[in-house]
């Protein structure tokens, strides 16, 4: 028998989960929504189907994605959870098998031989498929349509490890760039880099050694180089068996950065070093003559993990802002230099992925309106950071209101940069539900064009993307 959701701020409010999936036609329109815009808006999030077995981490809620199909004016909207063996295991049992983040310490003995995947934190399209993305395993593939699932994706087998859920696409090629940590089990320092064609084929798929074992969520790639950022997030097998946390924040590490020619062989990467911060995501990095500049929402801790020794870290830590790393590609010095971009704390970070690596004016992210509150602020507001002129102008939701992930959808292929919309997911708390909510992404601080209504609540959840119909 399923019992009720423990009290946990992370299970509570909008980050409660929805006990049902469904299909809603024909959503009502507030405003002008665009008759030319035509496409699918997806996003994925954490959705556990059950309570947890011991103390909940967010990263641990089973995926569930949510889409709203546009076309004429017209909006719809599904969800569907993310049928893993994890998922469907539990589902036979009925109730939870695995410990938080999969901690074998926890997990009942039934979820033996069953990985530990959540595939909650990503969703995209790409060589023709339907992919749901968690960093601990390989994506999860669905039907485009329907969001029915159909299994465990490894490119033909040549897939090694797991994939992150922040893979890059490639403006100019098309290729999908991506990597994966942990390669061998948790605490090793094992990676891999792999490229994936613009058809979906994998066309490399090589190995290599970081500096140490850590949870590395997302990466940088420019035009000629990926950079894999390896932050003091350390992971260890022993310390779980210890009873330790499975991630733990040491703040003794230093950051590293590994640089790597796109064209070049593996074993070319070159390791710097950095002061210990953590950074979930990067909104955008490219070159520029003999350095490499990437604007990163940046925290002095790894927000939601504690020390070794299981202390909470301190409130501040999980104050994240957008800053500028400019680091020298020459080899000169390895020291970057850091800019402040804002002083609201931000995240989800985003932009018109046309200039993905490249240099760019304009860029997107939800913020909080009250820096007082720190790391218990909700985001309640959209940022457009135009770098041309530093102007930074926002949109704030409303008393009582969260803002999801900005999404920019360009106004037709061949517009200018920044030239077209802005959708995001905001949850409405006076009346506990959702909106889809468009803009006009060249005039964010106006207000909303149009509104898609929802009669239910899209739970608060983390990446998604635009697919052009």
């Known amino acids: 028998m399923t019992q009720r959701f423990p009290d946990d701020r992370f299970l509570s409010g909008n980050f409660a989960p929805v006990r049902a999936e469904c299909n809603a036609l024909d959503l009502e329109i507030e405003g002008d929504w665009p008759e030319g815009l035509a496409g699918t808006f997806v996003r994925n999030g954490p959705n556990p189907l059950y309570p947890p077995r011991d103390k909940y981490h967010l990263f641990s809620g089973d995926g ?25 295991l539990e589902r036979e049992h009925g109730r939870a098998l695995f410990g938080t983040l999969g901690n074998p310490m926890t997990s009942d003995p039934a979820a033996a031989g069953t990985p530990f995947n959540v595939a909650n934190t990503n969703v995209l399209f790409h060589g023709g498929r339907l992919l749901a993305l968690e960093e601990g395993n390989p994506p999860f593939e669905l039907e485009r349509g329907s969001l029915e699932s159909i299994g465990p994706f490894t490119f033909d087998g040549g897939l090694e490890g797991p994939m992150t859920a922040h893979p890059k696409i490639d403006p100019e090629t098309g290729e999908m760039l991506f990597f ?15 490229v994936v064609a613009k058809d979906g084929t994998l066309t490399r798929s090589e190995r290599f050694d970081a500096p140490y074992a850590a949870m590395v969520h997302d990466f940088i790639a420019t035009r000629n180089f990926v950079v894999f950022p390896v932050f003091p997030a350390t992971t ?39 002061e210990a911060c953590y950074v979930y995501h990067p909104m955008n990095a490219f070159e520029e003559g003999d350095r490499l500049v990437a604007d990163m929402i940046r925290y002095d801790g790894a927000p939601g ?25 020459s080899g000169g010095s390895d020291d970057p230099t850091i800019e402040v971009l804002d002083d609201f704390i931000s995240e989800f970070p985003r932009l018109d992925e046309r200039f993905a690596g490249l240099p760019y004016r304009h860029g997107y992210m939800a913020s909080t309106s009250d820096a007082a509150a720190g790391r218990n602020s909700m985001f309640d507001q959209l940022s457009h950071v135009d770098f041309e002129t530093g102007r930074i102008t926002r949109w704030h939701a409303g008393e009582g209101a969260l803002v999801g992930e900005p999404i920019f959808v360009p106004r037709a292929a061949e517009a200018a940069e920044g030239d077209g919309h802005l959708l995001s997911i905001v949850f409405l708390g006076a009346e506990n539900r959702s909106d889809l909510v468009l803009f006009d992404a060249t005039s964010l601080d106006a207000g909303p064009r149009a509104r898609a ?17």
């Open 236 to 274: 260890s097998l022993e310390r779980v068996i210890k009873g330790g946390p499975p991630i733990a924040w040491d703040a003794a590490q230093t950051s590293r950065f590994g640089f790597l020619r796109r064209d070049a062989a593996i074993d070319t990467i070159r390791w710097t070093e950095a």
């Open 453 to 469: 209504r929802l009669d239910l609540r899209v739970p608060n959840g983390f990446h998604g993307n635009w697919i052009p119909a």
């Open 305 to 329: 993990f504690p020390t070794p020794e299981g202390e909470r870290p301190k409130a501040s830590d999980a104050e994240g802002r957008l800053e500028r790393w400019t680091f020298d590609l």
């Open 64 to 88: 569930m994605i949510h889409a709203f199909d546009i076309e004429g004016g017209r909006v719809a909207y599904r969800n569907r959870w993310v049928r893993t063996n994890k998922w469907k």
């Open 180 to 194: 994966g940590y942990n390669v061998g089990g948790m605490g090793q320092p094992t990676m891999t880099y792999q």
